[in-house]
């Protein structure tokens, strides 16, 4: 009795820990594994990275994504310049307002401008991308399980699909999507844009690029809460030894 009970207790430990195991079906390759300038304790943030992702969001991404979290002023966070930071917003076109007829007007964004919204709401987006939403990218990194490496591989995860696996009309196969039929057209080819810096874009330079700008949009206070985390840690220690010392020099006459 009792050794069947422990069986069983045995069978059952190892379905548990065989889950996650079997929740990734055979067409889910592992997630990439990018090495990002933001990991680890004293991960910083890779500052032309992120200015090329943006660049790669602006003229690629936006055209289906919103960032409503994000104002132009903010990008002084990856290090754009304030005559940057205007010429970009000044190079985008937002709703303005009413004109002297009282309809809609647009006109150039300033730096305080929320970034422009590829569609005026949600009806709009899914009427114009076969009833998809394209979700906000403000927050992406942090609202997906395997945050950057995911976002990652679902950039560069637009491969083959198995043979015998049936793609309809308007859906893609993706490698690391669940499911693996994504709405999203593949968004990057080699050479999509051109950097400022010389830098080759192709897919997967841009994709990282990219996730590293999503990953700062997400987290912009990263940086500092690392340095401060190593300062406490560090001071902690000193405390440590101190009291430590103080403790000996007390108790020294006690025998
Ligand atoms: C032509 C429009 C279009 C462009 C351009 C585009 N996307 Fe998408 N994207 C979509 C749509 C539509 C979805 C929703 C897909 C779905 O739910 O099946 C989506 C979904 C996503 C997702 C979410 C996947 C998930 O787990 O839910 C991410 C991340 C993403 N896009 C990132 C990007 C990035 C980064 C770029 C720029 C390099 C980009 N997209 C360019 C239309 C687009």
């Not at 899914?126 to 997906?144: E, F, K, M, Q, T």
């Not at 945050?147 to 309809?168: H, M």
């Not at 990282?208 to 990953?215: A, C, G, N, S």
């Amino acid at each position: 009795m009792r050794a069947l009970r422990s069986l069983l207790f045995a069978a059952l430990f190892a379905l548990v820990a065989a889950a996650p195991a079997l929740a990734q079906d055979a067409d889910t390759p592992p997630l990439p594994n990018e090495q990002w300038s933001f990991s680890g304790l004293f991960g910083g943030l890779d500052e032309a990275a992120a200015q090329r992702g943006f660049w790669v969001y602006l003229n690629v991404c936006s055209n289906c994504h919103s960032m409503h979290q994000m104002h132009y002023r903010d990008l002084a966070g990856i290090g754009l310049s304030p005559a940057q930071i205007k010429a970009i917003a000044a190079s985008v076109t937002v709703p303005q307002g009413v004109n002297s007829q009282g309809e809609p007007a647009t006109g150039p964004a300033t730096p305080a401008s929320q970034f422009r919204s590829p569609f005026p709401n949600e009806e709009a987006a899914r009427a114009a991308l076969n009833g998809a939403l394209p979700p906000d990218l403000s927050l992406i990194v942090n609202a997906r399980q395997g945050g950057p490496d995911y976002v990652y591989g679902i950039l560069t995860g637009f491969v083959k699909p198995p043979a015998g696996f049936k793609v309809p009309a308007g859906k893609y196969y993706n490698a690391y999507f669940p499911g693996h039929l994504i709405a999203m057209p593949p968004p990057l080819h080699d050479g999509l844009v051109t950097y400022a810096d010389g830098t080759k874009a192709t897919v997967p330079q841009m994709a990282h690029d990219v996730v590293t700008f999503l990953q700062w949009t997400a987290n912009p206070e990263m940086v500092q809460r690392k340095q401060m985390g190593v300062r406490v840690v560090l001071f902690l220690l000193l405390l440590t030894g101190l009291t430590y010392a103080l403790k000996r020099k007390v108790w020294a006459d006690v025998h």
